[in-house]
């Protein structure tokens, strides 16, 4: 049985290793002439490494590098190391993206005498790392949508509108009161104006802490919007330093109806729906509050 000593000096041989590589490999000279190429990178551009012999490499492989100072194998043996990229390989009409890695070929002297060069079609590869990062960027969007939905719920919940009685809705703001809640609760409010035809709105802001001057115009809004809704919103729970603050930035609370409780408020808003009420029926308001329903 021969041994792997007794083929050092076969040429034959020594194709027979290379021709088994997958990947593209040749060898050229100093004057960029083929010396040595496997079949796979014959095939690669559509010929046979007898076509390729002694043909210089840029005339057998088209790449954007080919004949210019950034030609791969001149890079290789004029810094005498390894020179790694990726490029484009035309061959048909395609453009084939390739991964390349080039290396000076020494003599026993060890003086640089050609270039050994090794490529592979990534094509596959940059399918399959498109395919894995469209599938990321759609989890990314997916799970940016999944917070934006549920900050929008908790809005929704941060900012319940309540029917607290027939006609008569409320609207309990609790924690930090930013211009972006404040319209998320004034379109929800105006929503459930129209559901219910409810004429009056309690707004109660007990637990909020302050208020600059956009929230304070954006609850102005809310109150304007509320009225041209055809309903009468009163305003709760301000307290002394919101009531401080506002004065401060002089926002005009003259036609806003404002009581210090929501219990004062709901408490008056009955009595103007009960005076409403009988007023539709053309009797006096007696006082009796069964007919309130």
């Known amino acids: 049985m021969n041994t792997l000593h007794e083929y050092r000096g076969d040429e034959g041989f020594l194709f027979e290793i290379i021709n088994a590589v997958p990947s593209g490999i040749f060898v050229t000279d100093m004057e960029h002439s083929i010396m040595i190429i496997n079949k796979a990178a014959a095939e690669m551009v559509g010929r046979t490494p007898g076509d390729c012999f002694d043909r210089k490499c840029y005339d057998i492989f088209d790449t954007p590098m080919c004949q210019t100072d950034n030609c ?6 004029s810094s005498g190391s390894v020179n790694k990229g990726q490029t484009i ?13 080039s290396r000076p070929l020494r003599n026993h002297e060890g003086q640089i005498i050609g270039c050994v060069e090794h490529f592979v079609d990534i094509s596959e590869r940059l399918e399959q790392e498109k395919l894995i ?8 969007r997916k799970r940016e949508e999944d917070i934006r939905q549920l900050q929008e719920e908790i809005l929704e919940l941060s900012t319940p509108v309540i029917e607290v009685w027939d006609g008569i809705l409320a609207l309990p703001i609790i924690g930090a009161l930013d211009s972006h809640r404040a319209r998320i609760a004034m379109q929800r409010l105006l929503e459930y104006i129209e559901q219910t035809r409810s004429p009056f709105v309690i707004i109660d802001i007990t637990g909020v802490p302050t208020v600059d001057t956009e929230v304070a115009n954006r ?41 210090s409780r929501m219990s004062d408020a709901l408490h008056l808003a009955i009595g103007m729906l009960r005076e409403k009420r009988w007023e539709s029926r053309g009797m006096p308001d007696s006082g009796h509050e069964d007919l309130i329903s």
């Open 72 to 77: 791969t194998c001149r890079v290789a043996t």
């Open 89 to 101: 390989l035309r061959h048909g009409g395609r453009e084939i993206p390739i991964e390349y890695a």
């Open 133 to 140: 990062l469209s599938q990321q960027e759609e989890l990314i």
């Open 219 to 259: 609850l102005l809004q809310t109150v304007d919007a509320v009225r041209l809704m055809g309903s009468e919103a009163i305003l709760t729970g301000i307290s002394p330093h919101i009531a401080l603050t506002m004065a401060h930035l002089g926002v005009d609370m003259g036609n806003i109806t404002v009581q």
